[in-house]
């Protein structure tokens, strides 16, 4: 079942360096996002403003994100990496130091979270392009279903230790701690020796987007791939964003039951990263995906029609497992299907129709939802995301 490429990519010191310098930073990152919504929600009681913040992380990554490509396409990438992480610091540190002193307002929270978005506009791209550059073509599978496994697993860590510093030394302790732990990854990065592919040109900025754009829109593979993930981004994912409505209203386990099904849905992400990081590679990635895809449209469905607790905590667990497979898979394949000159600007389009487009999906699901109901507006979701993987099915088997 698994490979001799198991977990090849730490093999690689470079790679390895940068994952550590993650984990840490991304522990950080997923304690200050509990802080912060748990500072909106004391500042103001409404779910609205904690719409409005979330939105506000969120938007500058569908605003700025294919710019993000053509930066990372252009300049070295760790030197790109170590300007976006210092520049992290600033959000987190003003963020604490205002709420240290109590004089933090609800608009200078959604300010920090737009800037801090800003910056992740530039990074997510250079650094999803760095890890194939970091270990070759060969592993970039296993290093991005390491990278995920680092995600989930910080996801599952930092909100544990958030709740414990919130709770014995204050809120801005969450936020001083997120700011030191970029600090961890800047030091692996000054410590890599790989600095990453410059690419000299002299197209303006305008000509490299649309060379970008139209070489995806070329690779028909490619092509059909990132409107899948457009569609699934749109429709599929925003279901998290309903979950606090079946704890309460469906399931009636208030809180606590939320909590666990959100931890249901990050244990299933996890459990995908370390079967992909086992397996080394996966063969056939088209069909992988396409049964992925059954993975995350089948079960939500059944989702939307369970009226059982621990049943739905079971199916989380197997969308999150859908959803992981999917994607990392999918980020691989476009970055082995990606000439090095253009691989920064392929995945700022990953990036774009991935985390981009989540402000506008959860509008939607958000919006749907309280016309009809979250149980059917995510049975719809799921009905749609199904006759879309029937189709990708089959236009990979007619060729």
């Not at 969120?58 to 520049?87: C, E, H, M, S």
């Not at 506008?360 to 995301?385: E, H, K, M, Q």
């Amino acid at each position: 079942m698994f490979s001799k490429k198991s977990f090849s990519s730490l093999k690689v010191r470079d790679f390895r360096l940068f994952w550590f310098g993650q984990l840490i930073s991304l522990s950080g990152t997923w304690m200050q996002s509990v802080a912060q919504s748990w500072l909106v929600y004391e500042l103001t009681r409404s779910p609205f403003y904690l719409g409005l913040v979330a939105a506000s992380g969120t938007l500058p990554i569908l605003l700025f994100t294919l710019a993000g490509g053509i930066v990372a396409d252009r300049f070295r990438k760790r030197n790109l990496l170590l300007v976006t992480q210092a520049l992290s610091i600033i959000p987190a540190l003003l963020l604490g130091l205002l709420t240290d002193f109590n004089i933090i307002k609800v608009w200078q929270v959604a300010v920090l979270a737009g800037i801090l978005g800003t910056i992740n506009a530039f990074d997510i791209p250079a650094r999803q392009s760095f890890m194939s550059e970091l270990v070759g073509k060969d592993n970039i599978t296993n290093a991005i279903a390491l990278n995920s496994a680092a995600f989930h697993g910080a996801r599952m860590i930092g909100p544990v230790f958030a709740g414990i510093a919130i709770a014995r030394i204050g809120l801005p302790a969450c936020f001083y701690l997120n700011a030191i732990s970029f600090i961890a990854v800047i030091i692996a990065l000054s410590m890599i020796k790989t600095m990453g592919e410059k690419h000299e040109t002299t197209e303006s900025v305008t000509k490299s987007f649309f060379e970008g754009l139209q070489f995806i829109k070329k690779q028909s593979d490619i092509f059909r791939l990132v409107i899948m993930i457009t569609i699934f981004s749109l429709i599929a994912m925003p279901f998290i964003t309903l979950l606090p409505v079946f704890a309460g209203e469906i399931f009636s386990k208030g809180a606590e039951g939320f909590g666990l099904l959100v931890g249901a849905t990050g244990a299933g992400a996890l459990s995908a990263a370390l079967f992909l990081a086992f397996k080394g590679d996966i063969g056939n990635k088209t069909e992988f995906m396409a049964f992925s895809a059954f993975c995350i449209s089948i079960p939500l469905l059944l989702f939307s029609l369970s009226k059982n607790f621990h049943f739905s905590a079971f199916i989380l667990y197997l969308i999150g497992f859908g959803l992981v497979s999917f994607l990392a898979t999918a980020n691989s394949f476009i970055q082995l299907s990606s000439p090095d000159n253009l691989r920064g600007r392929a995945m700022s389009v990953y990036t774009f129709v991935f985390l981009g487009t989540a402000p506008l999906g959860n509008a939607l699901i958000g919006t749907v939802a309280d016309l009809i109901g979250a149980p059917l507006a995510i049975n719809i979701s799921a009905i749609i995301c199904i006759i879309v993987a029937v189709v990708y099915c089959m236009k990979i088997c007619r060729k």
